[in-house]
């Protein structure tokens, strides 16, 4: 990774350093730490997250719609170190054009319908995802309410 994308005050913050290799940028805003995954390789980063830097809690996973920025939607992951009293937050970035990143669901089991909200609401497919249909919306709804290109006048029945 560029070291120009992580603002000096960071290199040396030991959970940066841990996921340079996997990470596009970082930043700490808010009083909580952030980094950019890039989207191949979250499965990795989360794992190393969990197993090496003691991070047991997955609090949610969400998107962003970026509409028309491309890429368009970004997966956020919130994560939570009870005993080191830290939070973390993972992103990353994915195309508009067909949607899809891996499912976090064989590092952490509570993912499973943190993910199916967001295929749901967001139309982002979790690859690998052991049950992802629909959760808020009936089966048969067209298309995803959250994403800002969804119309939000006329019939929904």
């Known amino acids: 990774m560029a070291q120009a994308m992580i603002p000096e005050t960071l290199q040396q913050d030991p959970t940066v350093a841990s996921l340079a290799d996997l990470a596009t940028s970082a930043k700490f805003e808010f009083n909580e730490l952030t980094i950019e995954i890039d989207a191949a390789k979250i499965v990795e980063a989360v794992g190393r997250v ?7 809690r997955l609090t949610s996973v969400t998107g962003v719609d970026r509409f028309p920025a491309e890429p368009r939607f970004e997966v956020v992951y919130h994560l939570q170190s009870v005993a080191g009293q830290k939070r973390l937050r993972l992103k990353a970035r994915i195309s508009g054009i067909n949607p899809e990143i891996d499912s ?4 952490y089991r509570g993912a499973d ?3 199916r909200e967001t295929f749901d609401l967001f139309g982002i497919r979790f690859l690998n995802h052991p049950d992802l249909r629909r959760i808020m919306m009936p089966e048969d709804w067209d298309g995803h309410p959250l994403r800002k290109d969804y119309p939000i006048t006329g019939a929904r029945y």
């Open 113 to 115: 319908w943190y993910e």
């Open 50 to 56: 969990k197993s090496k830097l003691g991070f047991e």
């Open 104 to 107: 976090v669901t064989s590092v």
